[in-house]
């Protein structure tokens, strides 16, 4: 009898380890990997770095902004020398924001110029995990993760219309805005 109970314990742990471990490469596995190779850069930053203090926000706006905790940037350079690189770590990104548990909420841009997308881990009224991708054909590609607390997608996303009243230049993301220059 004892041995049974050792053999089941063993067999439920077993299945307990394979099912928990290694579920595929994530955005954060991937960050940790690139974020000091050559023709990456890394940003970790709080949001109070974006700086958007004299955009008048609107109630919805504000408790967006408020749930928000940090940004993490990971930007890629396309330039003459590292196409094939570029196309590599392209299908990457890609490949791991493919995986299910990243849920789309919108994409756009076109295949000249290049395409974008939205999506977010969590459900809908309480997102765990923002995510942002972006890729230019002629300029590189750009993952930000945006982390917080109590984060709503629908509320999130309205704060798409302060980005375009954000002033850039001094935002304090000049190192992100030149890497792509």
């Known amino acids: 009898m004892k041995q ?4 089941i314990m063993l067999m439920l742990l077993l299945v307990v380890a394979f099912t928990s471990c ?6 954060q596995t991937y960050f940790v990997d690139n974020e000091l190779k050559t023709g990456f850069l890394s940003v970790d930053a709080p949001v ?5 203090d004299n955009i008048e926000l609107t109630k919805e ?13 990971l930007a890629y350079r396309l330039d003459a020398n590292n196409t094939e690189e570029y196309d590599v770590e392209l299908a990457k990104v890609k490949a791991i924001l ?6 789309e909420l919108m994409r756009g ?3 000249t110029d290049g395409r974008f997308m939205v999506k ?4 809908v009224d309480n997102v765990d995990e923002l995510i942002l991708f972006g890729n230019a054909n002629d300029k590189g590609f750009v993952v930000a993760r945006v982390l917080g607390n109590d984060m709503n997608a629908g509320k999130l996303m309205s704060l ?7 002033d850039f230049e001094n935002a304090n993301l000049g190192g992100i805005t030149d890497f792509f220059k």
């Open 48 to 52: 109070s770095l974006l700086n958007i």
């Open 109 to 111: 841009g076109n295949s």
């Open 22 to 27: 290694n579920q595929g490469p994530t955005l």
């Open 98 to 103: 493919k995986n299910p548990k990243y849920e």
């Open 61 to 73: 706006q504000k408790e967006a902004y408020q749930s928000i905790n940090k940004l993490n940037v």
């Open 120 to 123: 977010f881990i969590g459900e």
């Open 160 to 166: 798409q219309s302060v980005l375009k009243e954000m």
């Open 4 to 7: 049974s109970i050792n053999n």
